[in-house]
């Protein structure tokens, strides 16, 4: 069992900034691949952002390419999902999740990953 804990979700104006932080525990924490995932009121979880066990692969989203960047510490056992230029459209329940399976494999499918926090609330307002 993997046992993970979103932080760093709030309120933010629009162009603003927030980094959202993932501890885990139990196994170990770099055996996993790790992703983060959104939900919106009224809309189906989508995939964000994912990366390698190592953190030499990221993956991202076309909407957030190039304003996200996921990054992780395998040492303090924490993922992270520095969020830049957010836009109204960003709001949503943000979660982690972690993925035994190859990270090239279905990356951004739901089904893939094995474990997934409680998510943190992401208000972006215009």
């Known amino acids: 069992q993997v046992q993970l804990v979103e932080s760093g979700g709030g309120l933010v104006q629009a162009g603003g900034s927030l980094r959202l932080s993932c501890a885990a525990s139990?196994?170990?924490?770099?055996?996993?691949?790790m992703g983060w995932f959104r939900q919106a009121p009224g809309k189906e979880r989508e995939f964000v952002a994912a990366i390698s066990r190592s953190g030499g692969n990221l993956y991202y989203a076309d909407s957030v390419k190039g304003r996200f960047t996921i990054s992780r510490d395998n040492a303090k056992n924490t993922v992270y999902l520095q969020m830049n230029s957010l836009k109204p459209e960003d709001t949503a329940v943000y979660y982690c999740?972690?993925?035994?399976?190859?990270?090239?494999?279905?990356?951004?499918?739901?089904?893939?990953?094995?474990?997934w926090g409680q998510g943190t609330q992401v208000t972006v307002s215009s």
């Open positions: 999740a972690a993925k035994r399976g190859l990270i090239t494999t279905r990356t951004s499918a739901i089904s893939t990953y094995d474990y």
């Open positions: 139990g196994r170990t924490f770099s055996n996993y691949n």
